[in-house]
């Protein structure tokens, strides 16, 4: 069967099109499928609570499902190195926490640097510690609890997140500078240190506010003080440490980093996504009643204040003689 001239054009027309037409389907709008988002740490703590947040309004606004996959371990490292070591394709992205920052002065073989290997993409919250007690703790103020510790030396019980987290830091500080002695009972992250605070088998941490409020609230916490330069609106009348123990004051962030070499398009795309969270009514108040007030920030201004935050978390984990094996 001949084909005529006409037929002959059309046919190597359409070829000429496909390069084109499979290029477009190649590029098709970042998120074209579900992205996974990293978190270090267990479900029900702070850093948890901020990601499936932030998961949930990056779903309903780029079309795609954000999943939060946990994995915690190693104050955080584990799941950060699972970031460093995936495809940079923007659908495998991380949560970015303080605890990355103090992790490059206390670990001295890391298989990545946090500065080097993650790309900042957006801050999202300022997370304050609030130093919070059961409610059978004798003590109800920040100088009641320095000296019935003085008075008792060794004999506190108290719980962290974990060896190396910023709430073992936070505590091993605190009492570095009120110059008391308690027993450090680290736990596998905040969730399960959280019960025994309860039950009465620690009898103190200095936590990230997020995970702890919801019990404070309810009566079966006291907050003796937070550990900011100002009061938090989400805890009225508890006051600052910093009233008692002059220069205690330690902060810490959560945000939001990929593998490096993730490309810049998909990096500003999802910052301007979640600045645009940040300040939407809805997301901003769930935030805010965590007690994490919202913190949105370029990539650059956030990559500065990891930096900021490596140094910081730095001084403090050698001021108070933290050593993680």
Known sequence: MKCSRRRFLHLVASAATLPAISGIARAQPYPARPVRLIVGFPSGGSVDLVARLMAQWLTETLGQPFVVQDQPGAAGN????????????????????????????????????????????????????????NQSFPAKTVPAFIAYAKSNPGEINMGSAGNGTPSHIAGELFKEVAGINMTHVPYSGEPPALVDLIGGRVQVIFGSLPAFISQIRAGKLRALGVATASPVEALPGVPTISEFLHGYEVAASVGIGSPKNTPAVIIDKLNATINAGLVEPSVKAQLTDLGAPTLALSPADYGKLISDEVENWGKYARDAGIKVE
Not at 92 to 118: C, E
């Open 78 to 133: 584990i799941a950060t190195e699972a970031i460093v070591r995936a495809n940079p394709n923007g659908y495998t992205l991380g949560m970015v926490t303080t605890a990355n920052s103090s992790s490059l002065t206390l670990y001295d073989k890391l298989n990545f640097n946090i500065i080097r290997d993650i790309v900042p993409i957006a801050s999202i919250c300022r997370v304050p510690f609030v130093m919070v007690v």
